[in-house]
């Protein structure tokens, strides 16, 4: 889609703005950012039928478009979703102040004292799909840390974060903090997607949210660092010393609960001592569930193919394979997994502990379904995505992980011999 | 430089050896990488006429190729230099093993415990010039760090990296630790940065030591996230509150210590009220020490050019300005600094509140010498370069900040809801 604006230059002059918003934000103070946090959920609240009003021109052109349901549901805002908005506003808020915050202190022989403080990272760029909620949970986190924030959401959500996205800049205004702490991208050009991922003097860090293909473009094309994961293949390894119940259970919760999700399992390795009776059971159960189980080694819905290995199903299927011991399934994880999230079921201390020193994914899980892989359930309020590499964050990236830091060092006229 | 090797064949080799490496490494023990250290040190020490010899033929070639005093100056070994490489490398060996550090822990209502430790980089690449003394520190580093690394030194000092190298590599036999741990390019073509550049595959990041040639270079071409600087523009700011004895010896330190680092000051700025003594007083003595002052509302040696502010001059020359207030010694910082190392001189706590508040610097220092810039003198034992970029590391580059982090979580069968 293009349209008759000059990308280039509009893209350099919100990136000018954004930098110099950040160069205030940065010393503004804790109770400033949460007041304006407080004032973009209220003004959310209020202006709710605007909201939903643009959100209907957003589906009117979605439907013209041939959106999948999926994808409709993802646009689609109602007053409960609004609430939802409004929540996270509010939680973001009451969440800790990241900015000057003591990361470590210490002093050394020659009399300094030093101490590492946290400081916003500066410009975050977010580019993401058709979800018009990652505009309130992305510019409030980037609020948060201190960092101004560039948002460029997808032309299918174009009007329902514009809406959101002025109760943002309300907010700023209520709080006596620059506008420009908060932008958004006001075109539906493409262009200006690969104008952000070459703005290495603006921009900080750009954060990718929606599928494989964007998250993919963005990961190859970016001069800018990026935080993102292409894709959520988590494994499930149940060990022959697992809990039966414990098993079944989290299996079916990890699969089941929500499909769509990165979180969301998409292979089960199980130990041969137990393959035939908990691992066909659980397999059962999932069949049961109404999951296709693409299976080796074990009696499933079919056979699996080399390709559902390493596949991101997000959908009611899983693949499904025997190993003989758990160096087998931390091996097969650093083949195929993307390194997101695993989990290992097991009553075995051992077990555990080789396997959480030896699978290095973002997240490593016993006991536990790999669904808990999310911000919220991290206890960061939100997250403004779920980064699988391994430079500065990693995991689900909230406001903490969305600074940098600096050293202060403090003597007393102290000269280096 | 070219010879007759296939270099995208040979790095893609040494990738994926060191890959290989780092998987073992990442699980390795703390006791082992210790010994492998201790025995690499030892090994220095026992070879150190072999070492020397490698340097003469080294030297040799560098009054060939016609190097600068300077370079040829840092190119130079003899057996007190040895002894420092030595002492290095029992430094990082004591140095506290960061893998497996636990940084963070706490509970979730959900009935989780969330756990947050230290794991590997993965591999780091090095990219250096004429001082051999660096194979043993960078390779350290990363080992401590359980990295595997590729060094590839400059062609100047090509024998005598050869031979640190075959120590570090005799520590890694002796503790029975992969052999591939620390890699040198055993090439001087100068194909092999570039290809080093581009390997996002199997290089987790890439540190370059050396001038702003050099890093100017990687930081352009690479594709591998860089921890660099490409100068140390370090300003110091006399306050109208600062302690005249105080001022004089540390700006005199933070000039003349020593003038070829990236620590040392480069720029004086000087507060209007205590311009005509003070600020005078401390470019009387910058002269007299030898120093030549490009000074603007001073009297200096010479009168400033507006090129001067913003240069990094490694020599004995500083430029020099009055400026009305600390605001606008912050504003001429932010313009002119690289994000290195700045000082405040004063007793005024709200001004070093303000300066530290407002200076994003990786080191900001109070009443203390610029030339402290240093890992060493941070505890750190040593450094692999000082980065002043905001993402994952900043400031001194330690053994600490060459690792990343993994989520542990511990539950019970816990379901998410």
Not at 196 to 203: A, E, Y
Not at 235 to 260: E, M, W
Not at 306 to 317: A, N
Request: glycine share 10%; net charge negative.
């Amino acid at each position: 889609m293009k349209d008759q604006t000059d990308i280039p230059a509009l893209m350099a002059e919100i990136g000018a703005r954004a930098k110099a918003a950040a160069a205030e934000l940065a010393h503004a103070s804790a109770e400033r950012k949460h007041a304006a946090l407080i004032a973009a959920a209220d003004a959310v609240w209020t202006r709710r039928d605007e909201i939903i009003s643009a959100n209907a021109k957003d589906m009117e052109f979605g439907r013209q478009k041939g959106l999948t349901d999926a994808m409709m549901d993802r646009l689609r805002l109602d007053e409960g979703r609004i609430q939802g908005i409004v929540d996270g506003l509010r939680t973001v808020a009451e969440q800790k102040d990241p900015v000057g915050d003591t990361i470590a202190e210490w002093d050394m022989p020659s009399g300094l004292r030093i101490r590492r403080v946290r400081t916003p990272l500066g410009v975050v760029g977010v580019i993401y799909e058709s979800r018009p909620n990652v505009t309130a949970d992305a510019g409030a986190l980037c609020l948060k840390a201190g960092n101004a924030v560039i948002l460029r959401g997808g032309s299918e959500s174009f009007h329902s974060s514009a809406a959101i996205h002025a109760c943002l800049v309300e907010g700023l205004k209520a709080a006596n903090l620059p506008e420009d702490a908060v932008q958004r991208v006001p075109t539906r050009d493409r262009a200006a997607v690969s104008e952000m991922l070459q703005m290495t003097g603006t921009i900080d860090v750009i954060v990718p949210r929606g599928g494989k293909g964007l998250v993919g473009l963005v990961q190859r094309e970016a001069r800018v660092p990026v935080f993102a994961h292409l894709e959520g293949i988590c494994h499930v390894y149940v060990d022959k010393s697992a809990d039966p119940d414990k098993a079944r259970a989290v299996v079916l919760n990890a699969k089941t609960r929500r499909t769509g999700i990165c979180g969301s399992a998409e292979c089960l390795l199980v130990h041969r001592d137990i393959a035939e009776t908990l691992g066909q059971q659980i397999v059962d159960d999932l069949i049961a569930a109404g999951v296709e189980v693409r299976a080796r080694g074990l009696k499933g819905s079919v056979e699996a193919a080399d390709s559902d290995f390493g596949t991101e199903f997000l959908d009611m299927k899983i693949a499904a394979k025997v190993v003989d011991d758990i160096d087998e399934a931390i091996a097969h994880i650093r083949e195929f997994g993307s390194s997101h999230t695993e989990a290992i079921l097991t009553e075995d201390a051992e077990a555990v502990a080789r396997f959480f020193e030896r699978v290095d994914s973002a997240i490593v899980m016993h006991n536990a379904s790999t669904q808990f892989a999310d911000g919220g359930e991290f206890g960061m309020g939100a997250e403004i995505g779920i980064a699988t590499g391994k430079m500065h964050a990693r995991g689900p990236v909230g406001a903490e992980q969305l600074t940098s830091f600096k050293y202060l060092v403090v003597g007393d006229g102290t000269l280096r011999p």
